[in-house]
């Protein structure tokens, strides 16, 4: 019922900059928290950014002063700007959104939705 579109990944070098988007699509009724996460290979999945529906932020420590995440609530979508990137800033980024969806009864259900993953590389 809902679908999440990523874009923006990709290969830079050491100190660079990218910009992460994700896109919601749907029978939406409304979108809480949003975050971004990554996973770098033989690592957990991890927490990198989050905001909820008032634009309050948090950010992992080892991204804080580097990455700035915001939403643009007309268009369900959430961005991750990353500057100043690192090589540990390596492994696929996912988007994550708390979305109620409308149904048939008239009550919006909630869901846990995901994006399909977008590799970022950072060279040294």
């Known amino acids: 019922q809902v679908q999440l579109v990523e874009s923006g990944g990709g290969l830079v070098q050491a100190g660079g900059s990218l910009r992460l988007s994700c896109a919601a699509s749907?029978?939406?009724?409304?979108?809480?928290?949003m975050g971004w996460y990554r996973q770098a290979p033989g690592k957990q999945r991890e927490l990198v950014a989050s905001i909820t529906s008032d634009h309050s932020t948090n950010y992992v420590d080892s991204v804080k002063g580097r990455f700035t995440i915001s939403r643009y609530n007309a268009k369900n979508t959430v961005y991750l700007q990353m500057n100043s990137l690192k090589p540990e800033d390596t492994a696929v980024y996912y988007c994550?959104?708390?979305?109620?969806?409308?149904?048939?009864?008239?009550?919006?259900?909630?869901?846990?939705?995901w994006g399909q993953g977008t590799p970022v590389t950072v060279s040294s």
């Open positions: 994550n959104m708390q979305v109620r969806v409308h149904t048939t009864t008239g009550r919006p259900v909630a869901f846990d939705s």
């Open positions: 749907g029978n939406i009724y409304s979108i809480n928290d």
